[in-house]
């Protein structure tokens, strides 16, 4: 089964393994910002908030990610990681000058493991190669709890859905 999202009115098909609330988060490998390898999904000792965007470079996935790092700032609860095809570069540039401190930022530019993972990458139209716009909430068990795949990849995501679902998780 397919997964789909939109960008700009004109469907986009997601490649990868389609997860869906109950599955088990797969545990992947993507490289941060510091070029150092970050594993997300499986089982930890804090919920996850696993985020992908297209790219850190553009106004609505900028915007995300500084709504994200100021909302688990003041939650506490949780370990927060926005996933984008950006070079780690540009990933610790973007944290520096937006004051990004209370997330992680990782890419998965290297083998795209994290897209075809959780099915979330983009494989026809303008943006093929990127990650789709998606949150998942992944309990501590490794179980996702929480899937929101943005039905509009230019739009931002549902926060306040997001955060109840961070809450509710155990």
């Known amino acids: 089964m397919m997964g789909f999202t939109k960008f700009k009115g004109t469907d986009v098909t997601l490649e990868g393994t389609q997860l869906e609330v109950g599955d088990m988060a797969p545990v992947v490998t993507i490289v941060g910002a510091d070029l150092e390898d970050i594993k997300v999904g499986g089982s930890n000792d804090q919920i996850q908030l696993i985020i992908?965007?297209?790219?850190?470079?553009?106004?609505?996935?900028?915007?995300?990610?500084?709504?994200?790092?100021?909302?688990?700032?003041?939650?506490?609860?949780?370990?927060?990681?926005?996933?984008?095809?950006d070079l780690p570069f540009a990933s610790a540039k973007f944290c520096t000058t937006e004051g990004i401190n209370n997330l992680e930022v990782g890419s998965?530019?290297?083998?795209?493991?994290?897209?075809?993972?959780?099915?979330?990458?983009?494989?026809?139209?303008?943006?093929k190669g990127l990650l789709a716009r998606t949150v998942f909430v992944v309990d501590r068990n490794g179980i996702i709890v929480y899937k929101q795949i943005v039905p509009e990849v230019t739009d931002e995501p549902d926060y306040e859905e997001v955060l109840e679902a961070i809450k509710g998780a155990r």
């Open 108 to 127: 998965d530019y290297v083998e795209k493991e994290f897209g075809k993972a959780y099915g979330v990458l983009m494989s026809n139209n303008k943006l």
């Open 52 to 85: 992908s965007v297209p790219s850190l470079d553009t106004a609505t996935c900028a915007a995300e990610t500084r709504r994200f790092n100021e909302e688990v700032g003041m939650l506490e609860i949780c370990t927060t990681t926005v996933v984008s095809m």
